[in-house]
């Protein structure tokens, strides 16, 4: 007996469950749907991406709906295009035996003159994105005000994401007396103000701990310089030869300038970012999802909904500000039961962070170090016996190797095996022979600040190595400074600018983002750095420093009775 038949689920169901090969149902499954077919309620789900909650409100759905009329009784909002077809998908393989149902998707970058046909022709479910929704209600192509059923799938990246009075305004057109059923990976304030407003006494299920991280993911943090991320972000991949990753940065920028250095350097890597097409976007994720990419470098925005299985890593190339964000890009990995790991590639300055979302996840982060230069050659060594042997030997091979056997023929077999293997192995002990170790001591000295050094509270003056020799006033370098860290103008002050180099104060506050964000960071191909002033009043001594050829001009001695005088502001 399927174990999903003690569920409740019917006949027509149970076929298309065992057509597609399911045995178990899931622990959200178990809890959700017996609860949903029973009852007339609403309902709150907590439970992490990946644990099979489209089915969980799916085989209900469906088996709720009346097929033979064609009016729409059930709608789906999800955050992104990419999951709204998915669960589209889905719905429509477990619907394969209810004669007469049919789902229909409504999402941005398509024409809304066809699917508003698609909804005129007769649509019991519609899956839509908040955004697309809301404008065709605005044009009046679709009519939800007698539906029965609304779910919110994926609750807390739609409000994350800015849809909040989109799904206040959507909810607003539907029937008081519907059922809600909301589905999140966490519970933060937004999400709880929705299920106040819109839902009646709701039915709480809640798989794990709440806002906590799955059970099969295991969390890393590597300690470095932050001007060397890229560098250990090289190391890890080439550690795990059979990486299937997604990347994690903060900006565009950052993902963009990833891709282009990880493509570069010979790795199977795109980016993924807002200010691709979508159809460039639909190229890069069927790339992704076909293995040809290894690496997807993406924005939190532009990688929600991703819903691609066996991921191997999730690497934060840079920490989110909010916790939740962080628990939602670990639980792009650890899917489905298998086991995943979520890395951290932290500077000394984010330590506190690790802390923070520990006490939330309330998973404890393992320090680990950068592989050395030796272990990384050791692990490409045995992957490339082990490819080597696992390798299916393609017979059109055999028309070339008489020529072949001539060449080799005064090779032995272990000089002929040991040639093959220094082909690949070469490559990589070439580059890493002189490697330096990347691990910084979390309690030792070394260039990036300790969490101490940071000023708590008061006000920080910085000094950056960019002035009026850069074509820099005092305002451009405000609006220069505001534009890249995202900050107030404001929240910049007492600029002063010098020839070559300025200085520049904000509140202790916005500290933590400066440095972040001006790690490795460059600005017409030369390398913009910014340190905490040792002198408040504004004197910077130090040597100028290299990076790829760039020189950073620190002050020299004397400067100020000298050189010119900086305009302040």
Not at 101 to 121: F, P
Request: glycine residues 6%.
């Amino acid at each position: 007996m399927n174990k999903f038949e003690k569920l409740g689920l019917n006949e027509q169901l149970l076929m298309a469950i065992e057509d597609m090969g399911f045995e178990t149902p899931s622990e959200v499954q178990e809890k959700a749907i017996p609860v949903l077919l029973a009852n007339d309620t609403d309902m709150v789900s907590l439970a992490q991406t990946g644990t099979g909650k489209t089915a969980a409100f799916g085989f209900p759905l469906i088996q709720k709906i009346n097929a033979n009329d064609k009016t729409t009784q059930g709608l789906i909002l999800s955050p992104t295009r990419e999951l709204c077809l998915q669960i589209t998908n889905e719905l429509k393989n477990y619907a394969k035996y209810v004669k007469g149902l049919r789902v229909v998707a409504i999402y941005g970058g398509a024409s809304i003159t066809e699917q508003a046909r698609d909804v005129k022709r007769g649509a019991q479910i519609i899956v839509a994105t908040p955004g697309r929704m809301q404008d065709m209600i605005n044009r009046r192509m679709v009519d939800i005000t007698e539906i029965e059923y609304c779910v919110l799938d994926e609750a807390d990246e739609m409000l994350n994401m800015g849809f909040y009075e989109d799904i206040s305004s959507i909810l607003s057109h539907t029937p008081k007396e519907k059922n809600t059923w909301l589905f999140s990976a966490t519970m933060p304030r937004e999400v709880a103000t929705i299920a106040k407003k819109f839902m009646h006494s709701p039915e709480e299920i809640t798989v794990g701990t709440k806002n906590s991280g799955t059970d099969t993911v295991q969390h890393e943090y590597y300690l470095v310089n932050g001007r060397e991320r890229y560098l250990a972000l090289k190391r890890l991949a080439d550690a795990n030869p059979d990486i299937f990753s997604v990347i994690f940065c903060r900006t565009k920028r950052d993902t963009q300038n990833v891709a282009e250095k990880l493509i570069e350097d010979g790795y199977n890597a795109a980016a993924l970012h807002g200010d691709l097409s979508q159809n460039q976007r639909d190229m890069v994720m069927k790339a992704f999802r076909t293995r040809q990419i290894q690496m997807l470098v993406a924005t939190d925005v532009a990688a929600r909904g991703i819903d691609v299985d066996d991921i191997t890593h999730v690497i934060n190339y840079q920490l989110p500000d909010e916790i939740e964000i962080y628990n939602h890009r670990s639980g792009r990995t650890g899917r489905a039961g298998k086991s995943g790991i979520s890395i951290v590639i932290v500077a000394k300055s984010e330590l506190r962070k690790i802390k923070a979302i520990e006490k939330v996840l309330k998973k404890q982060f393992e320090a680990k170090k950068i592989p050395s230069s030796m272990e990384i050659c050791e692990i490409q060594l045995y992957h490339l016996a082990s490819k080597i042997k696992n390798t299916e030997i393609n017979e059109e091979v055999n028309h070339y190797l008489p020529a072949i056997n001539d060449v080799l023929r005064d090779i032995d077999r272990e000089e002929l095996i040991k040639k093959m293997v220094s082909v690949e192995f070469g490559r990589f002990f070439n580059y890493y022979k002189n490697a330096k170790d990347l691990n910084v001591n979390a309690t030792g000295r070394d260039k990036a600040p300790a969490v101490d050094d940071i000023p708590g509270e008061g006000d920080v003056r910085y000094f950056i190595n960019v002035g009026e020799r850069d074509g820099y006033d005092w305002k451009s370098l405000k609006d220069f400074l505001r534009d890249t860290v995202d900050l107030d103008r404001d929240d910049i002050f007492k600029v002063d600018v010098k020839e070559s180099f300025s200085f520049f104060n904000t509140n202790a506050a916005h500290t933590e983002i400066i440095l972040q964000t001006f790690t490795d960071f460059k600005k017409d191909g030369r390398f913009v750095n910014i340190e905490i002033s040792k002198n408040p009043g504004g004197s910077h001594k130090g040597r100028g420093r290299k990076r790829n050829g760039n020189k950073f001009s620190g002050p020299n001695k004397g400067f100020g009775k000298k050189g010119r005088k900086g305009r302040r502001r």
